[in-house]
């Protein structure tokens, strides 16, 4: 299974927003809502940010949300904040039953 | 609150078997869900190696070939990963997880919603 495609990195100000995509394919972010996004800071795990395309967890900021459109997911964080920086994953269920990652995406608060 | 520590040798042989467990606490195991295992190679993104239901239902991930096996011990309230004839690239740290999921009839795995903490396992003689 290939891995869903996002940019290496993006980069803004604080206060800024920012919006990383996630691209797949009609077998998974194009046939299901089962889109997810996780952050990872380093040497820690990963924290699942939003599930099922656009809901967050209790506990989660309302500056993340997440959408769909055909084969491609989004994740904004809006009003960047210094604690932001790190790295981002989207995650998707596929026709095969499988879960498969995107490569992660690095972002900077400059 | 659902929390999840992996245990194991750091330290693999290659050709040999990875083995870990994932002991989950404050939640049983046995009311639902299924539970997953995902791995990171040193400096790289993360690869979902396959989930298990405490039924015993299992799904893998095709690019690893057979190599995988996963189990339950609900009396323990623990669940296992076996990775066979590991290599090099085997390195990684490798996670456990909660799996969502809806089964109408096919199963659907919906995402991840509590990690472990990792543990680093070293593929080298």
């Not at chain 1, 026709?95 to 400059?110: D, P, R």
């Not at chain 2, 194991?8 to 639902?32: N, Q, R």
Request: with cysteine.
């Amino acid at each position: 299974q290939s891995a869903l495609t996002q940019p290496a990195s993006v980069s803004a100000s604080p206060g800024q927003s920012v919006t990383i995509s996630c691209t797949g394919t009609s077998s998974d972010i194009g046939c299901y809502n089962y889109v997810s996004w996780s952050q990872q800071h380093p040497g820690k795990a990963p924290r699942l940010l939003i599930y099922d395309v656009d809901k967050r967890p209790s506990g989660v900021s309302i500056r993340f949300s997440g959408s769909k459109s055909g084969n491609t997911a989004s994740l904004t964080i809006s009003g960047l904040q210094a604690e932001d920086e790190a790295d981002y994953y989207c995650t998707s269920f596929t026709t095969s039953t499988t879960l498969v990652f995107g490569g992660g995406t690095k972002v900077t608060v400059l | 609150q659902v929390q999840l520590q992996e245990s194991g040798p750091g330290l693999v042989k290659p050709s040999e078997t990875l083995s870990l467990t994932c002991t989950v606490s404050g939640y049983s195991i046995s009311s639902g869900y299924y539970w997953g295992w995902i791995r990171q190679p040193p400096g790289k993104g993360l690869d979902w190696i396959g989930s298990i239901h405490h039924s015993g239902n299992t799904f893998y991930n095709p690019s690893l070939k057979g190599r995988v096996t996963m189990s339950v011990d609900t009396s323990k309230n623990q669940f296992s990963l076996r990775l066979s004839s590991v290599a090099a690239a085997d390195t990684a740290v490798y996670y456990c997880a909660r799996v969502p999921h809806t089964c109408p009839g096919d199963c659907f795995l919906h995402y991840l919603d509590f990690w472990g903490q990792g543990t680093l396992v070293i593929v080298s003689s």
